[in-house]
Every structure is written in C-alpha cells, then in structure tokens.
C-alpha cells in the first residue's frame, strides 16, 4: 500500500496542524482519508469525559468527502524518571468516526481583546 500522510490543508491551501483532524491521506483507491490521532486511560475510557470536538471555522480543514479514522493509544503511566513521568503504550484501536455520535454544544466565546477591551471596563485599579 502507497500511502502518504500530510498535514491537512485550509480551503486555502494552509497546512494547518492545530484543531481537528491531524493527519490527511489518499489511499490506493484515489480515496481522501482524514485521521485523528488520539490517547486514552483505560481507566476513564468509560466516562462522559469529552474527549472528541469539532469547531468549524473560516479555515476549516475539513475540505473534502472523505473517510473519518481516528487512531488511539492506551497511555498509562509506569514509573517515573526525575520529575518526570515514564509512559507506555498498551494498545492501540482505529476507529471509524462515520457513526460517531456528537452533542452540539453552542457557546458564546470572546478572547482577550474582546473582553479587556477600554470600551467595556467600569473601573479598575492596582492593588
């Protein structure tokens, strides 16, 4: 099999490595595949922690029709080195995320320029 990853690409063609997904590649089919790499505690691989999401936005990586493959790694901690924590990898699983069920989440959101901005401050002070 002849299979090339690379960072994905914007519309724009920006390769692009931070948000979802990580890893874009063809198949020997022609196929367009986008992978999602990932690590879980078996510990909590049970809980209603998030572990997946997805945000859209004006340079959204998602830009074809295309395979959705995560491939995640059991991580867990096995000694310590200094300060420093020791991992290893117990397993691995590759998943289909074509069935994978999402909550939407809506969200009102600012960054620091929006929310320190001169216009909004009532009053401050040093302390």
Known sequence: MNIKPTPPSTKDGKKKST????IEFTDEFDQINYLECKTFNIKNVDTTQRSFYLSPSEDFK???????????????????????????????KILNLEALQLDVKYEFNSDNAGMYNEKLILAEGKI
């Open 19 to 22: 948000r979802y997904l990580d």
């Open 62 to 92: 998602v830009t074809a029709n295309a395979h959705h493959f995560a491939i995640c790694y059991e991580i867990n901690v096995v000694g310590r080195k200094g300060k420093n924590n020791i991992y290893k990898c117990n397993s691995w």
